[in-house]
């Protein structure tokens, strides 16, 4: 563990704050005052923070229908964010975009995406942008099992290596598509399909948060030297169902609660640190109870807010120059 501990608490808090963000959703939604689906990250938590840990503001991000993890890992504010998803005026978009369209440019967040794939081909338009700053930022997009086999994601990856851009491919195998495994949806090793496009790989363990960190590291500093694209290929599981509401009989019936005893990401984070001597558990359980508190007032002020008014509707849609 070669980070400073205040490092390891922010990704600590940072973690928490996206598991008990998607835990409240998970008991709010059902309560129908939330348009739209709603896909929640947990159990992935140690990929997004991971990766985002290692990124400047100077960096982008773009992500995919599973998106709040990874705005909020970005720096997105959770208060804003949960004002979008029950559509409230004063939401990150106006409340124009809800769960699946959350975005933040001054966080260098370019928007989560409804569209499965549809990310990629963006993030390699800011990977060209990041090449023509020189500043050494790179553009990175999140990448489901279930997407990596769509058509723009071997564009996108085509078009990275052709132009040698700053561009960093994060896989995350969820073991899901939908309702379809990835073992039998992704033909092939999806570690060597990538390599095939000439993209070197660093794998890591998605419950663990060193292990996404120091792959990232490794894998960013490849694209920040200007030697082309890179790619992480992450294993982990989402908790909950594809949806808010999918019934979820394509798993078996221990599946999720033998990951949560077993391998969780804030558990093993948890154990790692106070293993070493860096916090007490006391000390993580203040960080808790802060972050439970902060979720409590976001989805009060959130379920109290002002709606947008009607004529706002069109506005927005195309920028204005
Ligand atoms: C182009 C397109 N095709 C299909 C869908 C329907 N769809 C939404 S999410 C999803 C599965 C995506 O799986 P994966 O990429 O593994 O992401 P995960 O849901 O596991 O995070 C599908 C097929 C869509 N939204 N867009
Ligand atoms: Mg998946």
């Known amino acids: 563990m070669q980070q400073s501990p205040d490092q390891i608490r922010r990704a600590y808090r940072q973690m928490r704050l996206i598991r008990e963000f998607e835990e409240r959703l998970h008991i709010e939604n059902p309560k129908g005052e939330i348009a739209g689906f709603t896909h929640l990250y947990s159990g992935q938590e140690a990929i997004a923070v991971g990766v ?20 909020l890992a970005k720096g997105c504010d959770p208060r804003d964010m949960m004002h979008e998803i029950y559509g409230r005026a004063d939401g990150l978009c106006k409340g124009r975009g809800g769960s699946m369209h959350i975005a933040d440019l001054t966080k260098g967040m370019l928007g ?9 081909p963006i993030a390699v338009g800011a990977a060209v942008a990041c090449k023509a700053r020189k500043d050494g930022s790179i553009s990175v997009s999140f990448t489901g ?35 379809t495994g990835s073992s ?8 060597t399909r990538i390599e095939g496009f000439g993209i070197p790989v660093w794998e890591a363990d998605g419950f663990d948060y060193f292990s996404v960190y120091e792959a990232t590291e490794k894998a960013g500093a490849h694209a920040r030297a ?29 599946e999720v609660q033998n990951f949560r005893d077993t391998v969780d990401a804030l558990k093993q984070i948890r154990e790692k640190v106070t293993g070493a001597g860096i916090f ?13 508190a902060l979720i409590d007032d976001c989805v009060e002020s959130a379920r109290s807010g002002p709606t947008p008014d009607a004529d706002v509707l069109m506005s927005d849609v195309y920028i204005d120059y």
Do not use: W
């Open 52 to 71: 985002c840990e290692t990124l400047g503001d100077n960096d982008y991000i773009i992500s995919t229908h599973r998106g709040h993890g990874h705005c």
């Open 112 to 120: 989560a995406n409804g569209i499965v794939g549809a990310g990629q």
């Open 145 to 179: 099992d279930g997407a990596s086999n769509q058509g723009t994601v071997f564009e996108a990856m085509n078009m990275a290596v052709v132009l040698k851009l700053p561009k960093l491919f994060v896989f995350e195998d969820n073991g899901y598509s939908e309702h």
């Open 184 to 191: 039998y949806g992704i033909g092939g090793d999806l570690k």
């Open 226 to 254: 200007g030697k082309g694209p890179s790619a992480i290929l992450a294993t982990a599981t989402r908790y909950f169902g594809h949806f808010e509401g999918d019934p979820q009989n394509y798993r078996a019936k221990d």
């Open 280 to 292: 007490t558990n006391e000390e993580l359980d203040a960080i808790d109870a802060e972050v439970l």
